[in-house]
């Protein structure tokens, strides 16, 4: 049974940091990208960054780069998400996703998801 269960979320301050994880179980974890995406009341999800487990090649959506930082620790199983800098706009319900395909289309296509991890940047 695939699962993927995010952890790490909570409540923060406006310029302070927190570090997700997304622990994997089911598949074959290096064939796999696994993709964060995130979604606020009242919005549509936004892809929000993707990793590439084979080979670590990463992709960011404009608004978090260069505050998130996406990693994978594949003795682990595991994909984190480093933000930094958290703005109130950040504050969203963060998913976990994985999918198999070509980079970088597989980031824009995920086949299993997780239950999500809220996080809440205060002003």
């Known amino acids: 049974e695939v699962q993927l269960v995010e952890s790490g979320g909570g409540l923060v301050q406006a310029g302070q940091s927190l570090r997700l994880s997304c622990a994997a179980s089911?598949?074959?974890?290096?064939?796999?990208?696994i993709g964060w995406f995130r979604q606020a009341p009242g919005k549509e999800r936004e892809r929000v960054s993707c990793?590439?487990?084979?080979?670590?090649?990463?992709y960011y959506a404009d608004s978090v780069k260069g505050r998130f930082t996406i990693s994978s620790d594949n003795a682990k199983n595991t994909v984190y998400l480093q933000m930094n800098s958290l703005k109130p706009e950040d504050t969203a319900v963060y998913y976990c996703a994985a999918a198999r395909g070509s980079w970088p289309l597989v980031c824009f296509g995920m086949e299993y998801w997780g239950k999500g991890t809220l996080v809440t940047v205060s002003s």
């Open positions: 089911g598949f074959t974890f290096d064939d796999y990208a």
């Open positions: 990793i590439s487990s084979s080979d670590g090649r990463a």
